[in-house]
């Protein structure tokens, strides 16, 4: 609800709307949990790595998917300026940014935590970071939180793969095994395993 795109409909999303009509995902008698993303970057991630206090449920699995290939590879470079002035506006108390650096990943390969040097608190976790910058700096600058972070001589470059919190249907994963000729049921099982 933060960051999609909203087009008119077209001819084929009317016509694929008219086609699944009254089809929906279920886990026995109940309207399934299901996500997507852009893209996984290779990787789909669960929902409590991504959203605090979610449900990790069996359909919704963190496992390797080489559909999408880890596209989008990405880079991005932000001043330790520009860090300081999202992270104090978040709430982070200090003078300087000393360093970023990754302290833990999730099992996906995507960043849990960072420390945060010179500020208070010291750490941040990877979504709330890659939140933070989204709504102050633009999206584009950390297009996921599969990245790795090095130190440059004015700030910090992020390079990652993926695109979005990668938790459910890699969009771009779908669509690739889409045009290799998969059909519908066996993406959808693919994404979502044992549902109905």
Not at 171 to 183: H, I, N, P, Y
Request: some cysteine; proline content about 4%; glycine content about 14%.
């Amino acid at each position: 609800v933060a960051s999609q795109t909203m087009a008119p409909s077209t001819a084929a999303s009317r016509s694929a709307s008219a086609r699944t009509a009254g089809q929906y995902l279920s886990e026995g008698d109940t309207p399934a949990d299901v996500y997507y993303t852009a893209s996984c970057g290779g990787h789909t991630e669960k929902p409590s790595n991504v959203w605090r206090g979610a449900r990790d449920s069996t359909h919704l699995p963190s496992r390797a998917d080489d559909a999408c290939g880890g596209a989008p590879a990405w880079q991005s470079e932000l001043s330790a300026r520009e860090l300081l002035v999202v992270l104090r506006q978040a709430g982070f108390k200090g003078e300087a940014l000393r360093g970023l650096r990754v302290t833990a990943r999730t099992g996906s390969g995507r960043v849990a935590w960072l420390a945060a040097d010179g500020l208070t608190p010291s750490e941040i976790s990877g979504e709330n970071l890659r939140t933070l910058v989204g709504r102050t700096l633009g999206w584009q600058h950390l297009r996921s939180t599969l990245f790795d972070v090095t130190r440059t001589g004015a700030g910090y470059r992020f390079a990652g793969k993926g695109a979005g919190h990668g938790v459910g249907l890699c969009v771009l994963g779908a669509a690739a095994r889409a045009t290799r000729g998969t059909d519908t049921r066996a993406i959808l099982r693919e994404y979502f395993p044992g549902l109905d």
